[in-house]
């Protein structure tokens, strides 16, 4: 829900926080971690921000996402936007049945440096050579 309230056109900005739970997952089971980028998809809408922060609250609240957006014509239609996937992938060598926070941060490190290093490399081939993946 974070990461709908962030959504600028002309930033690309992953929001995770301090969860690992993916991660622990992963771990324990030795699992490939594809991750991936869509580039455009934040300039298709354009989200109305709320200065006093009352729709994320509200959305946290309900779990559920309470947002107004807008595209072409101000209208809930999104713009037409060319729309190009880059992805990365991780294989994990070996189970971990416990694995540590240390662990586990050095594994999200991993994975996500590599999806940030995946997108400096396409950004110009897909048409975004001034954008830089933030990942918080």
Not at 7 to 31: F, S, T, Y
Not at 103 to 125: A, F, S, T
Request: with cysteine.
């Amino acid at each position: 829900i974070l990461g709908a309230f962030r959504c600028q056109p002309g930033v690309d900005e992953l929001v995770i926080g301090k969860r690992r739970g993916l991660m622990r997952i992963c771990a324990e089971e030795g699992a490939t971690v594809f991750t991936g980028w869509f580039f455009g998809t934040t300039d298709m809408l354009t989200v109305v921000q709320d200065p006093f922060g009352i729709m994320e609250t509200v959305s946290r609240k309900l779990q559920a996402g309470m947002l107004l957006c807008y595209g072409r014509w101000y209208l809930p239609i999104p713009r037409r936007i060319a729309v190009t996937l880059s992805y990365d992938f991780y294989q994990i060598k070996e189970k971990n049945a416990s694995p540590t926070q240390e662990e586990l941060n050095k594994l999200h490190d991993e994975v996500y440096g590599g999806l940030k290093r995946v997108h400096e490399k396409h950004k110009i081939y897909a048409g975004y050579p001034d954008r830089t993946l933030i990942v918080t």
